[in-house]
């Protein structure tokens, strides 16, 4: 911790245990002695994310003097989280955190992490913190596209699974080090931990179970048998807005005289839903306001189906308009129509209501939400990773729906909107940058799609561990054409006679305008 008070020559606090109590007045500060805590998580992936939501919920119990003894450590495995440790622990983890809501901001400083282990080749310091029996959750944020899956199980021939199976003693992964970890804790007698997925996956729990297990079993069957058998994997739902950390972010925290170099900025509503199976005990996360349920699928169908997908809905249509944020994006008179009926006709008739919201209930919840100014949330960062994100958001309700003959006209269209983002171009002309771990491969498809349309379909590198839709669906297929140098989108449907432009197509299909609706973009029309 740190020993005195720090200032910027601007007079801002620096943040840090010994500056605590000279934060401005209107700052909510932890309340109670951080000195006090022991550790009893080990968090896996400390990003925005993390902060705003688990930790806050940690925090909040503390606060009340509960859970003293399940303080987080935090964990990195690759190379960039080194940037965050040193940021965090120059702070003594501590993290401001600014709630961003439509009419007021206010912040609060949040004390639950007390320490970062190292980041290094072979994560001995990340397996010796995971082996130590005071720690008695494992918890990850490691993004959807972190769990090395392939056609729903785990991709056996990844160059990073196939190392860790050769060499078990020195891992690459996150997967490799909690194995390494549950291998001491075993032989040591030091028992099992709980194992929590914290990422956006239908089945987190059981996928992360799928992915250590089923790695454990390549090079030590019998380690792999005992995991099984004596560490538990629940299912969870997260849920909160919280967008990358800029140049803005920093100065939000500025403004309320505080001079933090990571901190975050979120909306006011956050969710946490958890089957309650923890083997190894867990902190009373119910006083905090988390959810502990046997239905979580239904509540990750919710949100992965309307949230996450009606994110993807909004994020490449608005950035081919060249709408920088969520809100900008979802109050353009068409996107916002088109997100709408895309969710309220073809994907609440695949989601069954929960307690707290009926699936109509949740979408009008949404709305609200991805219509909050005062969220920068980009289209870029939302967009970024569609390859992992749309075959677990979007395409499962394309499925059902095909399976059921209901309408998927908006799905597809959605479909191709990604694939018109591919090729790296907005409507005005500017280019997209990469951003998707598979770039090369998703533009050189969708280039090829411009001209064949089933390749964007049926390219299983787009799409990995799904498999193709069927090459006849109701409601049409999808087509790319070109119109002067520029590709554009055409949706094609039966029910159609001639050729009106995507954003046109989107008035007068899903809109609640009259079909004569003026294009707001004339200058892009055709």
Known sequence: MSSAARHTP???????????????????RPGFDRSRLTPGIVHIGVGNFHRAHQAWYLNRLMKMGLAQDWAIIGAGVRPYDAAMREKLLAQDCLTTLITLDPDHQSAEVVGSMIDYVPITDGHGALIAAMADPAIRIVAMTVTEGGYYQSGGALDTEHPDIVHDAARPDHPRTVFGAIIAALRLRRDAGAGPVTLLS???????????????????????????????????????????????????????????????????????????VIEDDFCAGRPPLERAGVSFSASVHDYEKMKLRLLNAGHQVVANAGALLGLETIAEATAHPLVGAFLRKVLTEEVTAYVAPVAEFTPAQYVALIER???????????????????????????????????????????????????????????????????????????????????????????????????ALPTHSPGGSLSLVRKGSRPRLLPISPSWSGPPTYRRWCAVRFGETAPGVPDP?????G
């Not at 299912?235 to 807005?241: E, F, G, P, Q, T």
């Not at 677990?392 to 209901?406: H, Q, T, Y």
Request: with cysteine.
């Open 198 to 272: 914290c990422d956006n996956l239908q089945g987190n729990g059981a996928i992360l179970k799928r992915v250590v297990v089923g790695l454990a079993r390549l090079s030590d069957p019998v380690l792999a048998d005992w995991m099984e058998s004596h560490c538990s994997f629940p299912n969870s739902m997260v849920d909160c807005i919280v967008p990358a950390t800029g140049e803005r972010e920093l100065g939000f925290a500025r403004d309320f005289g505080i001079n933090d170099a990571a901190p975050v900025s979120h909306e006011s509503f956050r969710q946490w």
């Open 10 to 28: 601007s007079g801002l606090i620096t943040l840090s245990e010994a500056t605590l109590s000279k934060l401005p007045e209107g700052v909510e």
């Open 521 to 525: 973009h004339p200058t892009v029309s």
């Open 369 to 467: 939400r991805f219509s909050n100014a005062a969220i920068v949330d980009t289209t870029r960062r939302v967009a970024f990773d569609g390859s992992s994100r749309h075959p677990g958001f979007v395409l499962p309700s394309l499925r059902d729906a095909l399976a059921a003959g209901g309408p998927v006209s908006g799905l597809a269209l959605t479909e191709a909107l990604w694939a018109r983002y591919c090729l790296g171009m907005t409507e005005a002309g500017a280019v997209i940058e990469a951003n998707d771990p598979q770039w090369d491969k998703l533009t050189e498809c969708a280039r090829e799609a411009a001209v064949r349309p089933q390749a964007w379909r049926a390219s299983m590198a787009i799409w990995p561990g799904t498999t």
